[in-house]
Nanobody, 116 residues
């Protein structure tokens, strides 16, 4: 059974930084493309960044490539999203999943709130 467990969210001031972690169980992250997604109230879940099974980065959302970095630790079977220079509009619940996602495997997500 595949499971994604996100952590590392919280309240941060504008221009601050956070690192999200996603512990993956049931599959090896080295065998699948993985993605980070985010969702704000009233909006659909959107892809933020993704990393190929080979470990090379594939995609970043608009205005994110210079602020967000996706990475993974194969030994820990964990995917990370490093975020810096955070803006209030980055406030959302962040999820990890396959890329493309499997709707049956969403985790609880990590709330990120950017506010002064």
């Amino acid at each position: 059974q595949v499971q994604f467990v996100e952590s590392g969210g919280g309240l941060v001031q504008p221009e601050g930084s956070l690192r999200l972690s996603c512990a993956v169980s049931g599959v090896a992250v080295s065998r699948y493309s993985m993605g980070w997604y985010r969702q704000t109230p009233g909006d659909q879940r959107r892809l933020v960044a993704s990393i190929l099974s080979s470990g090379s980065t594939m995609y970043y959302g608009p205005s994110m490539s210079d602020r967000f970095t996706i990475s993974r630790d194969v030994a820990k079977n964990t995917v990370y999203l490093e975020m810096k220079s955070l803006k209030p509009e980055d406030t959302a619940v962040y999820y990890c999943n396959f890329e493309p996602y499997d709707a049956s495997t969403w985790g609880q997500g990590a709330q990120v709130t950017v506010s002064s």
